[in-house]
């Protein structure tokens, strides 16, 4: 395999020399007190901050770095709380490679795997995605700093942002013209604990995204809040390591059969959704979250395979305490008893509840602020709590000021994640349109510091001075008489 990844090594550099990637450096160099500054700093090196630092590299904007608090190799959720077997995206999906052929998941595979096993692949199993990843980092060399969290996001003068770091124990400050937040569903949110739950102690529950030691389930009762993926691959992962058994409690009369999200993967959606009135932005939305997400069929059948695997319908919780060693749960079909509890309830939007983002989050308008002013005029009673508390962001996902609380330098921060799909689509949250997100929005920045620095711009053409003629290909003559 080692010879294979070398040769698709040469492979993606010849290619990309083929249509100049990178482009070549030609960002004005920014100082501040003294030093230069970074032109970009992305926040998050999971697949959405890797497609946004290749996008970076891609047209010309080298000077930016990569920032994610974990350890290499296990940035994003692949290869830590998320625990399905495979990925429910279709294997054909381009992902993060910039609409590059031969950085396609399919490439890296066929490399590593031959051919032939391109066909008998179903769905990408889960750790293989977390490994293409990792050589996608590999192969572009994106500048990628690890355990590396960022504390504080603040605009502290006109085109540069102050980064509070904690790096090796020490806290430290860096500068940018622009910081992208890249991390994904914790970025823009926080976990959602009904407040039933949230009052328990910590050693009798836990939420789906929390580090779970699912081996000291063994021989455990277990109940799982929800009926999402996440409710059926803890409720798997905990009968796989041998659960005595797992109740899922299910809220719903019935588990939804349609995922609505699919309808709008086409191009038109991808490139022209952030163009939509806001009416019909929020029908969109509104309508597809309502109809919920179903949990992908094989991690239903990964559940209800196990005989000691119940699904309870129409099965709303009401109430847990502790009782002793175990937690007793009232819900609307009754009274039950488990050992532990895992609230596969998502998360909450909520920027206010980002620690980074204490400084700026009460100024930063939401859909909920723009709606209220837009009173009369479009009827949302009943919109999605999730979409009323998304972001209210610019055509190229920076942050706006709520009105009256007007902040410098609130449009240098750009929100790439799945809070940014009111505003700009369903492009910069999960595999299909991830390309297409990252290339919008490093467009717009390209398209800012051009159009911010135009008399240097101005000034450097007025110097260059290379000849494509020399004054030697001709000679002057006179007109011919007569």
């Not at 009904?194 to 009052?199: E, G, S």
């Not at 209800?304 to 060693?325: I, K, T």
């Not at 750009?414 to 490093?442: E, M, N, Q, R, Y």
């Amino acid at each position: 395999m080692t010879t294979r990844l070398a040769d698709l090594k040469r492979k993606v550099q010849r290619e990309l020399e083929w249509i100049d990637f990178p482009a070549k450096t030609w960002v004005r160099p920014h100082e501040f007190r003294g030093r230069t500054i970074h032109d970009a700093v992305v926040i998050g090196a999971g697949m959405a901050g890797l497609a946004v630092s290749a996008s970076l590299k891609r047209y010309g904007i080298a000077n930016h770095v990569v920032l994610d608090m974990a350890p290499a190799r296990q940035e994003g959720p692949w290869v830590t709380y998320a625990r399905m077997e495979t990925l429910r995206s279709p294997k054909i999906l381009p992902g993060p490679c910039l609409n590059i052929p031969v950085l396609t998941f399919r490439s890296w595979f066929e490399h590593c795997h031959g051919e032939d096993a391109w066909a008998g692949l179903g769905l990408i199993p889960r750790g293989m995605w977390m490994d293409y990843l990792i050589w996608f980092r590999d192969v572009l060399d994106l500048p990628v700093e690890n355990n590396v969290k960022v504390l504080d996001v603040d605009p502290v003068a006109s085109g540069v942002i102050r980064l509070t770091i904690e790096r090796d124990g020490q806290r430290q400050e860096i500068f940018t013209r622009k910081a992208i937040l890249a991390t994904g569903r914790d970025g823009s949110s926080s976990q959602y604990l009904p407040p039933v739950i949230a009052d328990l102690p910590g050693h009798l529950r836990a939420h789906a995204a929390d580090p779970i030691d699912f081996s000291a389930l063994a021989g455990r009762r277990v109940a799982v809040i929800g009926a999402g993926a996440s409710a059926m691959d803890n409720a798997a992962t905990a009968l796989e390591n041998g659960a005595a058994r797992v109740d899922l409690l299910i809220r719903r009369s019935d588990l939804p059969r349609i995922n609505k999200y699919l309808g709008l993967g086409y191009p038109g959606s991808v490139n022209g959704f952030a163009g939509l009135s806001d009416a019909w932005k929020i029908r969109f939305l509104d309508y597809v979250m309502s109809a919920q997400t179903p949990p992908p069929r094989p991690s239903v059948l990964r559940v209800s395979r196990h005989p000691n695997a119940f699904f309870h319908l129409d099965c709303g919780l009401l109430d847990a305490r502790e009782e002793g060693d175990a937690v007793a749960l009232k819900t609307t079909r009754g009274t039950m008893t488990c050992d532990f509890l895992i609230a596969a309830t998502g998360f909450d939007v909520s920027l206010a509840r980002r620690p980074e983002l204490h400084r700026i989050a009460p100024g930063i308008r939401l859909w909920k602020d723009r709606l209220d002013a837009m009173a009369g005029q479009i009827h949302c009673n009943e919109i999605n709590g999730e979409l009323a508390s998304s972001p209210d962001l610019g055509p190229n996902f920076e942050f706006q000021p709520k009105t009256g609380m007007e902040r410098q330098g609130l449009d240098d921060i750009h929100c790439f994640s799945f809070a940014a799909s009111l505003s700009l689509g369903k492009v910069s949250g999960d595999i299909p349109a991830i390309s297409d997100g990252a290339d919008k929005l490093v467009r717009g920045i390209a398209a800012q510091f051009f159009q911010t620095d135009a008399a240097w711009h101005f000034a450097n053409l007025e110097q260059f001075t290379t000849p494509e003629i020399f004054g030697d290909e001709w000679c002057d003559t006179a007109l011919p008489t007569g």
